[in-house]
T-cell receptor, first 111, second 115 residues
Framework: LAKTTQPISMDSYEGQEVNITCSHN???????ITWYQQFPSQGPRFIIQ???TKVTNEVASLFIPADRKSSTLSLPRVSLSDTAVYYC????????????FGAGTRLAVHP | DVKVTQSSRYLVKRTGEKVFLECVQD?????MFWYRQDPGLGLRLIYF???????EKGDIPEGYSVSREKKERFSLILESASTNQTSMYLC??????????????FGDGTRLSIL
């Protein structure tokens, strides 16, 4: 059964590094892992995307092990404005590209 | 910057009504998607379209239909609204043929209440 699993919530403090892991055992061979950020009353916003190993951009890093059954979003030195819900999105084989979002991780950053 | 616009932020309808949710994107994207978002369940795909007049069912298509007559517009239709369709509805678009290998750009959602 195609499923994407991530922690329901996390707490952190300003200036710390935050790592959020998503499990996706049945990821399709050719599909990417994508992370989104969502603030209240807004649609999700793209953060980062990767296929394997490590990807880094100006806001985050994404670590993907060789078996690709999980991925970890890393947010360096979080601030209060990083308080949001974070979703991973994975494609699974299923007749057509089957897109499954995780249920989201609610990150609370405290002063 | 890609802009995905959903016609209403809030909508209240009655059970049994036919409801139309409209979405327009301005970046000539091939793919468009409709999701519903419920607490604890994340985003679930209702339908997607990879070209004009083309559509594919997502995970929860029952009770919904879609229309894509023009590339920039993707409509979600609730044929006979029921209270269990009260939810936040999100529209998204993405570039190209691959569904998962291009970032999706989302609208800000329509919060639909069925009374």
């Amino acid at each position: 059964l195609a499923k994407t699993t991530q922690p329901i919530s996390m707490d952190s403090y300003e200036g710390q590094e935050v790592n959020i892991t998503c499990s996706h055992n049945n990821i399709a061979t050719n599909d990417y892992i994508t992370w989104y950020q969502q603030f209240p009353s807004q649609g999700p916003r793209f953060i980062i995307q990767g296929y394997k190993t490590k990807v880094t951009n100006e806001v985050a890093s994404l670590f993907i092990p060789a078996d690709r059954k999980s991925s970890t979003l890393s947010l360096p030195r979080v601030s209060l404005s990083d308080t949001a819900v974070y979703y991973c999105l994975v494609g699974f084989s299923g007749g057509y590209n089957k897109l499954i979002f995780g249920a989201g991780t609610r990150l609370a950053v405290h002063p | 910057d890609v802009k995905v616009t959903q016609s209403s932020r809030y909508l209240v309808k009655r059970t049994g009504e036919k409801v139309f949710l409209e979405c327009v994107q301005d970046m000539d994207h091939e793919n468009m998607f409709w999701y519903r978002q419920d607490p604890g369940l994340g985003l679930r795909l209702i339908y997607f379209s990879y070209d004009v007049k083309m559509k594919e069912k997502g995970d929860i298509p029952e009770g919904y239909s879609v229309s894509r007559e023009k590339k920039e517009r993707f409509s979600l239709i609730l044929e006979s609204a029921s209270t269990n369709q009260t939810s936040m509805y999100l529209c998204a678009s993405s570039l190209g043929r691959s569904l998962s290998n291009q970032p999706q750009h989302f609208g800000d959602g329509t919060r639909l209440s069925i009374l």
